[in-house]
């Protein structure tokens, strides 16, 4: 089966499937198939993806077709235009709350399409995401807050965190986000692009256990993920 062919076969079309994604994005990936398209033409180029080719976490966004599904949970399923959409408000309402590339942001919430959504929006921003266990107390939290230099938490349920911060002598201020508020995930007039990050960028910080002394951040890059 040539290269063509084998692309119409992944995402379900038999011909045409340079309009169909036309507009959508310039670059997806299927499987070890590179599919570029121009944003003006209904042309695509096809080519095979070397073993050196490098994925940005965010491209997970653009690993199907707008209307498949991208997360499934319990009670909801979003495609990949849904969840680009979400994503894309989420990255917006942070930058426009002063994150910017290389700052770390907190997560504390169980697994949902939230974290996910909030995730993928921290990475695409050039920002650094750190998943905090949502059973620690104030006073773990507040100790990574400052030995990571964390300057916003987008948390689940609002944390009582203010005598912990204090004892732990932490002197910047601390934001929290909700992220169960629905203007999180409603698209903004000027939506902010995603960052042009590198592979090599730390993408996430993920903090150990700590059951021999405080817990240690461990850096990950988008191509150590």
């Known amino acids: 089966m040539d290269l063509g062919k084998k692309l119409a076969a992944l995402i379900g079309e038999r011909e045409n499937v340079g309009a169909r994604l036309k507009n959508w994005r310039q670059r997806s ?18 080519s095979e993806r070397g073993g050196n080719e490098r994925m940005l976490i965010q491209d997970l966004l653009l690993a199907g077709t707008p209307e498949q599904a ?14 680009s959409e979400k994503v894309a408000a989420a990255r917006t309402k942070l930058a426009a709350s002063g994150v910017k590339k290389g700052d770390r942001v907190a997560l504390v919430s ?8 909030a ?24 100790y990574i807050i400052k ?15 203010k005598q912990a911060l204090q004892e732990e002598a932490v002197t910047f201020p601390v934001a929290q986000i ?10 903004a007039a000027d939506a ?34």
């Open 110 to 117: 169980k697994n949902s399409a939230e974290f996910v959504l």
């Open 29 to 46: 990936f299927f499987d070890k198939i590179i599919f570029t398209c121009s944003e003006t033409s209904d042309n695509c180029e096809l």
């Open 192 to 225: 902010v692009a995603a960052f042009a990050s590198d592979e090599n960028d730390v993408a996430t910080l993920i903090y150990t256990s700590g059951t021999t002394g405080r817990s240690k951040g461990a850096m990950l890059s988008h191509d150590n993920i």
């Open 147 to 161: 030995d990571a230099g964390i300057q916003l938490v987008l948390t689940a349920q609002p944390l009582e965190l």
């Open 119 to 142: 995730y993928l929006a921290i990475v695409s921003l050039g920002a650094v995401a750190v998943p905090v266990n949502f059973q620690l107390v104030a006073r773990e939290i507040a």
């Open 178 to 187: 909700n992220l169960q508020e629905e203007t999180l995930w409603t698209e």
């Open 70 to 83: 991208a997360l499934i949970t319990r009670n909801a399923t979003f495609t990949y235009a849904e969840m």
